[in-house]
């Protein structure tokens, strides 16, 4: 376990800047819990009034009752499949300045990629536990060689690289000097270099947790495919 701690190193005294969560581990209680600390007392202290984050796109509306406690909308996002996130915490106590507009939470993540990137995963894996059982097929082999490959797209890159955009854009449109951004952590280097080249500085949160197991990195990669395939149908 490392400090938790903001690192203000490329702020940008003169310009706009994104205060930016690293999300070390999606669903991981503990890392959520500290991120939705922070985000608490950043939100609380008049840092910024605009929220963007992954895993959706457009304007995040909180989607349980509002008489849920926190320990009942945890149960409920638990049951669903894919445990608990800060920011479905955060909205859900949040509720009316967001309908009453004084807080935006903005999705920014290009869905379809994410939802392909997650396709592709979810068969690495499948793949990984046919050669581990030694029941691969040589084709099955040729298929996990090419999906491991460099030649692949890089849906990562790919998402980074259009949510910067979005960012960018609505922080145009609206006016913004400065916002929130919590993004997986897989993602921020990329977009870190972009917004550096766009002018935007950035302070960058870490929840002081990195000891995300394999096993955790798979259970949310089942999770989310299975959330994937309940919505098709």
Known sequence: MLPKTWDYSHVNTQGRN???????GHRIDAIQRTLLEALEETVLRGFFSTIYCEGYYGEYIPAFPATY???????????????????????????????????RVIGVDN????????????????????????????EEGFELDYLLGPGTYNFTDARSGSSVEMIVK????????????????????????????????YALYFPGITNVSAE????????????????SQ
């Open 18 to 24: 994104l205060f930016i969560l690293r999300d070390m």
């Open 170 to 201: 609505d922080m145009d449109e609206q006016k913004l000097k400065t916002a929130g951004l919590v993004y997986g952590d897989a993602h921020l280097e990329l977009m870190m270099k972009l917004f550096r080249e766009r002018g935007i500085g």
């Open 69 to 103: 406690t926190q320990q009942e909308l945890k149960s409920a996002l638990t049951f669903e499949g894919g445990g608990w996130g800060c920011l479905e915490l955060f909205t859900h106590g949040h509720r009316k300045s967001i309908i009453e507009g004084k807080l």
């Open 111 to 138: 869905t379809s990629m994410r939802d392909e990137e997650v396709r592709r995963m979810k068969r690495i894996l499948e793949l990984h536990d046919k050669n581990s059982a030694r029941t691969l097929t040589k």
């Open 216 to 231: 955790q990195e798979r259970v949310y990669i089942e999770q989310i495919y299975a959330r994937q395939k309940m919505r």
